[in-house]
């Protein structure tokens, strides 16, 4: 039998049965039942893409920010430190090499002492030639510093571009202190964490957490720039990502990528901040 709709929604049909005439009638809300899994997906998809738009919106909205290493990242002043070192070493009758000084650099003084001259200092002992040691370095460093390739311009770029900076460092704050004040940077940074606001040093994540705190930025919005595979080790530890810079050579570009640098560079003079805002 076919069966044709009539224009009020009944289903005629002539059987073979002598002609009789059946009918059914189909209920409007049969097909709102039948195409409600439809719907229902439909709104599904609506709402996740509205989510979604949202949760994109609002990171690109979010806070973002960059923590900078000091020493072999915003200058260069390696040289000074080892000679300070070497110095020390004299001063009590220790030998100290350039495979010391490489092995430990990033390190704060410490972890350096008692692993370099020796585990039979006291605590203030070790202080004390801590400070001996940097008080040669600042003798030195305080005749001038320049800013390493690019560093200028890019300070500068992310300030502009509504990025926030700090300094997280293994370097004692009277160092920190005399370097920006030196280069006319402290401008740029909005917080400075140095050794003595740490407990543990580099690989561990404490300096750059600390630094992403003071900011007000949650550390998956957070760049390191480094030039120590120990401080790649504790950017990617802290959940940043992080640049590592060769220019000084203290450590080769295999040696950054292997501590898990998700950028590596010769010069900062090679990053800018489309660059940087791509990483998170």
């Not at 100290?96 to 092995?103: S, V």
């Not at 200092?121 to 202080?127: D, G, H, K, P, S």
């Not at 004692?172 to 543990?200: G, K, Y």
């Not at 957490?209 to 504790?234: F, H, S, T, W």
Request: proline fraction near 5%; glycine fraction near 8%.
């Amino acid at each position: 039998m076919r069966e044709e709709p009539n224009c009020t929604g009944v289903f005629a049909g002539r059987a073979s049965d002598g002609g009789r005439v059946r009918r059914s009638r189909v209920r409007l809300t049969d097909y709102l039942d039948f195409f409600a899994p439809l719907r229902l997906c439909v709104n599904l998809i609506g709402a996740a893409l509205t989510y979604n738009h949202h949760m994109n919106t609002s990171e690109k909205n979010e806070p973002w920010a960059v923590l900078w290493d000091v020493d072999g990242t915003l200058v260069d002043t390696a040289e000074l430190h080892f000679q300070a070192w070497c110095a020390l070493a004299r001063e009590i009758d220790k030998p100290f090499t350039r495979a010391d000084f490489a092995g430990t650099f990033g390190w704060r003084n410490p972890e350096i002492i008692p692993k370099l001259f020796g585990l039979h200092y006291t605590e203030q002992q070790v202080l004390e030639l801590g400070d001996r040691k940097e008080d040669l370095y600042r003798d030195e460093a305080q005749k001038g510093v320049s800013l390493l390739p690019g560093v200028p311009g890019l300070l500068a770029a992310i300030g502009a571009a509504g990025g926030k900076q700090a300094i997280g460092s293994s370097a004692p704050r009277r160092n920190i202190d005399l370097i920006l004040r030196n280069t006319q940077t402290a401008p740029h940074f909005a917080a400075v964490v140095a050794m003595e606001d740490t407990r543990r040093g580099k690989p561990d994540p404490e300096v750059f957490l600390l630094g992403a705190k003071a900011l007000g930025v949650r550390p998956e919005r957070c760049i390191v720039l480094e030039d120590a595979p120990v401080g790649v080790q504790a950017a990617k530890s802290a959940g940043m990502r992080a640049i590592g810079v060769t220019f000084v050579a203290h450590h080769p570009a295999e040696k950054l990528r292997a501590a898990g640098a998700d950028l590596v560079v010769t010069s900062l003079d090679q990053v800018n901040v489309d660059r940087l805002k791509a990483l998170v």
